[in-house]
C-alpha cells in the first residue's frame, strides 16, 4: 500500500537549517509529483513546494528563496533543504504527492485529490 514516512525534524534556533526527509513505497515515486506541506496548531495545512520527475519545481512564497525541494528517484525519497528558519515555520511537516497551480505569480501547492496515505509527520520547531 502506498506508504510515506517523514523524518529530519528538530528544535532549531531561528536562523539555523534543518533537511527534512520522505521516504515513499507503494506506488511508482518517479511518476508522480511529490512536495511538502506543513500544519501548524490551530491553523490550516499549507502547501509549501512540488516537485515533477522532470525538474520542474514551484514553492509558495513563503518559503521561496529559503527552502529548497529535491528528491533521489532512486532511492524514492524526497527532501526538503530549510534554510533561514523562522519561529513563523514552526509546524508538523509532511510530504504528499501534489500539483500546483499557478495564476500568474500566484502559486498554491496542492496535495492530489486521491492521496489519502499522510504520514505522522517530522515536527519543526523554531525557537527565537
Known amino acids: 500500500q502506498v506508504q510515506v514516512v517523514e523524518s529530519g525534524g528538530g528544535l532549531v534556533q531561528a536562523g539555523g537549517s534543518l533537511r527534512l526527509s520522505c521516504t515513499a513505497s507503494?506506488?511508482?515515486?518517479?511518476?508522480?509529483?511529490m512536495g511538502w506541506f506543513r500544519q501548524a496548531p490551530g491553523k490550516e495545512r499549507e502547501g509549501l513546494a512540488c516537485?515533477?520527475?522532470?525538474?520542474?519545481?514551484y514553492y509558495t512564497e513563503s518559503v521561496k528563496g529559503r527552502f529548497t525541494i529535491s528528491r533521489d528517484n532512486a532511492k524514492n525519497t524526497l527532501y526538503l533543504q530549510m534554510n533561514s528558519l523562522k519561529p513563523e515555520d514552526t509546524a508538523m511537516y509532511y510530504c504528499?504527492?501534489?500539483?500546483?497551480?499557478?495564476?500568474?505569480?500566484?502559486?498554491?501547492?496542492?496535495?492530489?485529490?486521491?492521496?489519502?496515505?499522510w504520514g505522522q509527520g517530522t515536527q519543526v520547531t523554531v525557537s527565537s
Open positions: 516537485t515533477w520527475n522532470g525538474g520542474a519545481t
Open positions: 507503494g506506488f511508482a515515486f518517479n511518476t508522480y509529483a
Open positions: 504528499a504527492q501534489c500539483f500546483a497551480s499557478v495564476q500568474g505569480s500566484i502559486v498554491a501547492i496542492i496535495p492530489r485529490p486521491d492521496f489519502r496515505a
